[in-house]
């Protein structure tokens, strides 16, 4: 099936680092969005991006939609334990549809 | 908690069964889709409603079908079951098009 290039695929950091990963796509997005996923849980949203150039922050996280609406980032500073988890990136096409299309995840652990 | 309720949390059934996933949407969204999450596919959209009509199909198998009923919880229907139909099934919910989907902590179905 049809998924967003996310890198980097898993992180090993120690508690205190700051963090950074991307979501890369060939197809143009009218939104994208960031996902946390803790085991045995469904996607929780973190952040919701809209326009291009849009640079977002909800507490630690900073995410951005990039000018060229292909890609975006996330920034995750002063890591704590908690933060540990799968993030995917998402995108929405839009037109009729809201079909949300995924990356393929960054596991990310946080060492104390 | 996202307001989107999936039942059950568990399945475990024998091949060439038939099961029946059930998913209740946030109060107010309209729209519902479903979506698989195995180990080395990710989360891949299966299909969409809006307002209990069909809106977008992903990678859903003709084994599969899914409805959304006029009090908008939705259902997804599993049969001739497969090993590789073993996975994590969530149900996600969104208002506007282009607004966030909220997840359910969705059904792990364990085919034996």
Not at chain 1, 80 to 98: E, H, K, M, Q, R
Not at chain 2, 2 to 22: C, D, E, F, Y
């Amino acid at each position: 099936g049809q998924q967003l290039n996310q890198s980097p695929q898993s992180m090993f950091i120690q508690e205190g680092e700051d963090v950074s990963m991307n979501c890369t796509s060939s197809s143009i997005f009218n939104t994208w969005l960031w996902y946390k996923q803790d085991p045995g849980e469904g996607p929780v949203l973190l952040i919701a991006l809209y326009k291009a150039g849009e640079l977002t922050s909800n507490g630690r996280l900073t995410a951005q939609f990039g000018i060229t609406r292909k890609d975006s980032f996330l920034n995750i500073s002063a890591s704590i334990p908690s933060d540990v988890g799968i993030y995917f990136c998402a995108g929405i096409y839009g037109g009729a549809t809201n079909k949300l299309i995924f990356g393929t995840g960054t596991l990310l652990a946080v060492q104390p | 908690d996202s307001g989107v309720t999936q039942t059950p949390k568990h399945l475990i059934t024998a091949t060439g069964q038939r099961v029946t996933l059930r998913c209740s949407p946030r109060s107010g969204d309209l729209s519902v889709y479903w979506y698989q999450q195995s180990l080395d596919q990710g989360l891949q959209f299966l299909i969409q409603y809006y307002n209990g009509e069909e809106r977008a199909k992903g990678n859903i198998l003709e084994r599969f079908s899914a409805q959304q009923f006029p009090d908008l919880h939705s259902e997804l229907n599993l049969s001739s079951l497969e090993l590789g139909d073993s996975a994590l099934y969530f149900c996600a919910s969104s208002g506007s098009l282009g607004s966030p989907l909220h997840f359910g902590n969705g059904t792990r179905l364990t085919v034996t």
